[in-house]
């Protein structure tokens, strides 16, 4: 069981690059999602899905693009990288997105830490 | 989800007890609360959840206000390897946002 599991660990790119950060669990969690931190800063929704197929937006969503076509990954697309988009990039999961009541803790990766330059 | 409010920033002397409060006045009657920590630049890692009634575990307690408008997460014999950002969530479903929560440094 290896829980949220983010590749790569570290990340190099150039202004105008595109890439994916990757992001699996193997823990059968309906919800997932993406959070970036700033240094110094909490973090910061920018994509969650609620199960395959559904997927919809945080509180920075510009410039990053995500689908969920398996339980299993949500991966992370950055289009046209820019400098801005430096940053440590969290992936999480949890049992439900859709229940009140459920307790829903939230499982996260060991990190992405992506440098634009 | 209900927004939450924490104090920046806190310090506690190694061996006594941290006491870190979080208001959520506008939570709803069947929200969770649930407390996470970041050590460092690790992923967050969950600490203990409640919802109406005092919990503890292993790690911590929580005390929730008979209104739930307010929690405080207690930890009971601060060590240095406690020294993190401790983060108050409300909702834990859906949208579930972070905040910048509390920078708690125990001090030797």
């Known amino acids: 069981n290896a829980g949220v599991t983010q590749t790569p660990k570290f990340q190099v790119l150039k202004t105008g690059q595109s890439m994916t950060l990757q992001c699996a669990q193997d823990?059968?969690?309906?919800?997932m999602s993406w959070y970036r931190q700033d240094p110094g800063m909490g973090l910061r929704l920018i994509h969650y899905s609620v199960g395959a197929g559904i997927t919809d937006q945080g509180e920075v969503p510009n410039g990053y693009n995500v689908s969920r076509s398996t339980t299993e990954d949500f991966p992370l697309r950055l289009l046209s990288a820019a400098p801005s988009q430096t940053s440590v990039y969290f992936c999480a999961s949890s049992y439900s997105g859709t229940s009140l009541l459920a307790k829903n803790i939230q499982y996260f990766g060991a990190g992405t830490r992506l440098s634009v330059l | 989800d209900a927004k939450t409010t924490q104090p920046p920033s806190m310090d506690c002397a190694e061996g006594r007890a941290a006491n870190l409060p979080c208001n959520h006045s506008?939570?709803?009657?069947?929200?969770?609360v649930y407390w996470y920590r970041q050590i460092h630049s690790q992923g967050p890692q969950y600490i203990i959840h409640g919802l109406k009634n005092n919990e503890t575990n292993e790690m911590a307690s929580l005390i929730i206000t008979e209104d739930r408008k307010s929690s405080t997460l207690i930890l009971p014999h601060a060590t240095l390897r406690d020294t993190a950002v401790y983060y108050c969530?409300?909702?834990?479903?859906?949208?579930?946002?972070f905040g910048t929560g509390t920078k708690l440094q125990v001090i030797p």
């Open positions: 969530i409300v909702g834990g479903y859906q949208k579930v946002t």
């Open positions: 823990m059968n969690h309906e919800y």
């Open positions: 506008t939570i709803s009657g069947n929200e969770y």
